[in-house]
Each structure stands twice: as structure tokens, then as C-alpha cells.
């Protein structure tokens, strides 16, 4: 009996001897088999930070979760182009904390200014310093300032890119109230990859629909980088039928603009230099500033991932999520920045349980306005392979090409419901 008393340790020793030696080994120890409550900081609360923050909490209460965001209201960018083109009230667009907070997420309005990731600490605007255990880095994409010549913050002013919602919004939208009938509006589209390439096509035909029906005399003109884009054949049959004043120069036919004078207010391209009345430049994008502090985004200035944890390929702890994130071929989407962050919070719940995540699908879906009842959308389903999302052949697909009218409105209506689902599904 003796004998097995020594060689048969109490369940408690087991244990202890078990996390001596993962820790030895430098395996990391599951922190709530700690006894620590985990903290999680989540940087961003934008579609994809918001939802990250909330299913963290609701996946496990134990976690401690903070999300950080500057703005007490967000400004949501899908829907916003109904806006610029007078067809929506700005404050449609617009949502608060206050039912994140109530699911037990700390909230602290701050913009975070820098991350430490080997402390595993990040600087907060009004110097408080946050310690994490993992962190979830969603500040969405921003502005490339010095890629297009002529373009730069104070440009943004006169020539709104509008490709944050909120301010520039409402500025183009003044702008094209403004303008006289007769002026010619030009839009700049970038190269891919950016934030939503679809929206600025749907962008294109809702600002063509707003001349047609409110200043009939004037033109719209769309200087592309691109040759070819996602629903193009939906988006140029309805051009046809509906918007002839719409012409798309694509880069083939010289459009890849090349710079912008907003004094004289042109709009160059390969080919020529366009007089706007109104010009609305989208120019190429990064991802959110921190994420380049943080050391997560690489030379294309977006963030490479692993697919089944969406944790940064560069830095350690850290989880990169929505459009600042490079995710193989899932698309820059509101859409996809919500499943990515449920995949993401039950990854990380599961990590800091010592657990292995399990392996997700992903599922995108896009809607396009083209008018006030005319829609179409794209879907597509993805799943990791060989450490990267690639989109499942047959899966998914655009709106058949020959739908009549009444499925175009139907799809119209689908796709203010899926609006007023997502929302309301991480703010409400
Ligand atoms: C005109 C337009 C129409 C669109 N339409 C659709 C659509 O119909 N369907 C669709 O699925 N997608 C659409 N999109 C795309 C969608 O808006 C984005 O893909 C989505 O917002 C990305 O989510 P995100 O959380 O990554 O970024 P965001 O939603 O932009 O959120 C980022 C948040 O991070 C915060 N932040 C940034 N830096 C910091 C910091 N340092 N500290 C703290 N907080 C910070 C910001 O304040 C912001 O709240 C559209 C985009 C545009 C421009």
C-alpha cells in the first residue's frame, strides 16, 4: 500500500506537477484553469469590434471584456449611399453602446494610441494603459493620404471621399444639393483591395439616380482602376435600362485616375483631365492606423491572419478582425466583419480555456441598391484551406441576370432586412 501511495500522487499534486511542467515546456497555461479572469481588449467598435466584444461576453461571463472606440455614436457606412443621394435620413445611420455595456462589456471612449505587444499593454488617448491577455484589433480601413497625387486629408474636404460614414457623408450629400443642373459629378475609383468595392458601384447608380430624377441636364462620370468588378453584369444592365448619364471609364479605356487638383477642381486620369462640379475620390486604402502601430498590418498595409482564430500572423495574442484584416478571399464587408467576429470570439473563449478552436465555415452575403427598389446581391461560403479562406466553388453566387422587376424590388426590401437585422443584432 505504502508503495502506492508514493507512486500514485493526490489529483491536486497531478494537476499542479501538469502545469509546472506546460509551464517548463513554455507551453502557455490555460489562464482560467489559472483562476485568473481573463481580460480581453477588443480595439474598435464598428460591425465587426462591437460584435467581437458582445459574443465574447455572452460566450463566457467570466471573461473581462473592454471595447474601445473614440465615438459615443457609430456612424454605419452601408445605407449610407442612400443618404448621399437624399433617399435616407443621416440618423437611420446611427448607433450607441448602451445595450453592450448592459451585457457587462466596459466601455471606454478613447482612441487607443499605441500597443505594446510583447507587455501586452495598450495606450489609451488620455495615457491610461490597458493590460490584455488577448487582444482584438478591428479599427476598420483607412484613407491611403499620399497614393494619389493632390489627395490628402485637406483634399477630403473639397473632393469627400465619403468612405467613413458620418461627416463626409453629409458632405457630399450637400455637395450634389448644391450643385447646379448641368455639372458634371466625378467619382475616383481605387485599385482592389479596399473597403466594400460594390458600395461604390451602388454609390455610382444612386447618384445617377438622384441627377436623373432631381437635376435631369447633368452627367455622372466614374474613373475606375479596375477593369472588371463583383455583379458587373447586374450593375451594367440596369446602368443600360436606367442611367444614361452614367459612363464608366474602366482602365482599360484610360480611367485609373491618376491625381486630383482641388483648386482648379479636376479630376485626372491616364487618358484626360475631367472638370467636376462635384468630385467624389475613393482613394486606396490601409488598414486602421493602430494596426500598423500595433506591428499587425505588413508591407500592403493590411494584417494577415490565420484563418481559424483570425490571430495575427505577425504579433502573438493579437486578433485582427472586419476590413483590416487580410482573410484570403473573404470579401471587406459589414457582413463579414460580424461572422468573422463570432468565429473569432469562440476562438479566443476557447483558447484562454486552454481549448483548441474549432474549424469555422464562413458565410458572406452583399446587397446592392441601384434604386430606391431595385437590388441585387452576391453571397459566398469559405473555409480554410492550407491557412487560408478560399471561397467553396458552387456555394454561393450573384442574383440570376434575368430576373423581372418584382424580384429586384423583393431583393431591394431583403436587403433593408438585412440591415435592420445586423444592426440591431450588435446594437441593440
Ligand atoms: C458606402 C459604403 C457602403 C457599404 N455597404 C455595405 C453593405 O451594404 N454591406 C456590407 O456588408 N458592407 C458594406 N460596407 C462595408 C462596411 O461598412 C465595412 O466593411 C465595415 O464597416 C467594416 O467593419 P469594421 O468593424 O472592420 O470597421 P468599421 O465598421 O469602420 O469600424 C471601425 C471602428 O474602429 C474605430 N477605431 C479606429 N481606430 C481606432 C483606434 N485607434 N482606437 C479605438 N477605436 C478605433 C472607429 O472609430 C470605428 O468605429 C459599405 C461601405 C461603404 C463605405
Known sequence: MAALTATRPSRRKFIAAALAGAAASGLPRPLLAQGAQPRIVVIGGGFAG????????R????????LVEPNAIFAACPFSNEVIAGLRDMRAQLFGYDRIAADGVVIAHQTATGVDGQARTVTLGNGTKLGYDRLVLAPGSDPRFDALPGYDEAASERMPHAWKAGAQTLLLRR??????????????????PYRCPPASYERASLIAYYLKTK?????????????????????????????????????????????????AMTVSSDFDTYKAAVANVIPPQKAGRIAELAGAADRTGWCPVDPVTFESRLVPNIHVLGDAAIAGAVPKSAFAGNVAAKICAAAVARLVRGETPAEPKFVNNCYSLVAPDYGFSVAGVYQPVNGQWLEVEGAG???????????????????????????SEIFG
Not at 52 to 57: D, I, M, N, V, Y
Open 50 to 57: 462591437a460584435t467581437a466584444a458582445r459574443f465574447l461576453k
Open 59 to 66: 460566450t463566457d461571463a467570466r471573461l473581462t471584456v473592454t
Open 175 to 192: 455637395q450634389l444639393e448644391a450643385m447646379e443642373d448641368g455639372g458634371t459629378v466625378v467619382m475616383a475609383l481605387p485599385a482592389l
Open 215 to 263: 437635376k435631369p441636364r447633368s452627367k455622372l462620370v466614374v474613373l475606375d482602376a479596375k477593369d472588371m468588378f463583383s455583379m458587373q453584369r447586374l450593375f451594367e444592365n440596369a446602368w443600360k435600362e436606367l442611367y444614361p448619364n452614367l459612363e464608366w471609364v474602366p482602365v482599360s479605356s484610360g480611367g485609373n485616375p491618376t491625381g486630383v487638383d482641388v483648386t
Open 397 to 423: 453566387g450573384a442574383s440570376p441576370a434575368d430576373a423581372p422587376r418584382a424580384f429586384r424590388s423583393q431583393e431591394a426590401k431583403f436587403a433593408n432586412g438585412w440591415f435592420n437585422t445586423i444592426t
